[in-house]
């Protein structure tokens, strides 16, 4: 594919590092870990990011900690990837699915609302494609119904809602996997301002252990190790310039595609900062083809692009027929499932790239300009 949909782009900076620590000996969790962790503890505003090995054991470990009794049901998105499902059920937790927005991927406050019920402990909305959920209205529903927020941030590393980071509401689980804006390969960070909840997640993360065979928990081995760090930490430097090319892109496909009929574009909502971990459009039902045949039509032009996600989860027979999993209807997810189409938007993606991927995008759509 000439424009990938997806690419992994590190700085030159990061070579020297993972060299460095296969000299150093220091392979496992160290001295890189821990910076990683106090790196991005101070650029989310919190006071500890905790390290581990991957996404979905940043967000098993992070509602594990919360300790809440066995069965607590957690509501969520049935729009994401199926890790988020795959840890509540894992951590002991039932699930119950509440519908999401049209402008923001996301847990609607209003079916939210309607779907905590008397076992609901926990919130955990899902940060999609790289912008937040309404985190003011979902946090006051949570401190209305006394119930804990998770928020799957795996997407959205330094989105921000108003002057506050993803992950700095509630307890922040991100993913360092290879696709992601910040990648090590497989890692995963938590973050939290609570002391106590950092110490049990910091023994939890190294089989409970808070000092050599001191153990006071029941944990597992989920630590990151120093060679994961280093691949992400020069990549911090750059974060920021990554971030502004992905906005650039976004904003030139915007501009491009804003006149295309049947297709719903993206938006970076008032008071939010987008880090446009994908751009994803809506083909309707009323365009003049189908979202199938637009991805061949755009993949024979050289235009990768990828359907983030396919299926609602209860859609799935093992999650759906799963007695701890209530599906209910979200009508609103289940449409944006059947149109949803992510376009390359990385920083490896040119202007040229994007004036290629508008032009393909227009002649399939019937909208030569
Ligand atoms: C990537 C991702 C995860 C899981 O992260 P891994 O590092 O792959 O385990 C969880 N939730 C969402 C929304 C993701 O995109």
Request: with cysteine.
């Amino acid at each position: 594919m000439r424009i990938p949909i997806s690419a992994v782009h590190l700085p030159a900076g990061v070579e020297e590092e993972v060299l460095a620590v296969l000299r150093s000996g220091q392979l496992a969790q160290g001295a890189r870990v821990k910076a990683l962790e106090d790196r991005v503890a101070d650029l989310l505003g919190v006071a500890h990011v905790v390290a581990v090995s991957n996404g979905t054991a940043a967000l098993v470990a992070a509602l594990r900690s919360l300790r809440l009794p066995e069965g607590s049901e957690v509501v969520t998105s049935p729009f994401t990837f199926v890790a988020t499902v795959n840890a509540c059920l894992m951590a002991g937790l039932n699930v119950r699915f509440a519908d999401i927005r049209t402008d923001d991927f996301a847990l609607d406050p209003t079916s939210v609302a309607a779907a905590i019920g008397p076992q609901t402990r926990c919130l955990l909305p899902v940060h999609l494609y790289g912008q937040t959920a309404d985190l003011p209205a979902l946090r006051s529903l949570a401190s209305t119904h006394d119930l804990r927020l998770v928020e799957d941030a795996a997407q959205a590393l330094l989105a921000r809602h108003g002057d506050r980071m993803a992950g700095s509401w509630g307890t922040g689980c991100f993913s360092l996997y290879a696709t992601k804006n910040l990648t090590s390969g497989e890692g995963g960070l938590i973050s939290t301002d609570d002391d106590e909840q950092a110490a049990w997640l910091r023994a939890y993360r190294n089989q409970g252990m808070v000092e050599r065979y001191v153990y006071e928990l029941l944990g597992e081995n989920i630590r990151m190790t120093d060679l994961q760090a280093a691949v992400a930490l020069p990549q911090l430097d750059v974060y920021d310039a990554n971030v502004a090319a992905r906005r650039r892109n976004a904003e030139q496909l915007r501009a491009g595609l804003a006149d295309v009929e049947g297709l719903v574009l993206p938006a970076e909502l008032p008071g939010r900062h987008h880090v446009w971990h994908q751009f994803t459009v809506l083909v309707e039902d009323d365009a003049p083809i189908s979202r199938d045949e637009l991805i061949e039509s755009l993949a024979a032009d050289g235009v990768g692009s990828g359907i983030y996600y396919p299926r609602l989860l209860g859609d799935y027979p093992h999650l759906g027929n799963d007695p701890r999993v209530v599906v209910g209807e979200t009508p609103v997810a289940a449409r944006i499932a059947r149109t949803c189409l992510s376009l390359p938007v990385h920083p490896s993606v040119s202007e040229d790239d994007v004036d290629h991927v508008i032009r393909s995008v227009r002649r399939a759509l019937d909208a030569v300009a």
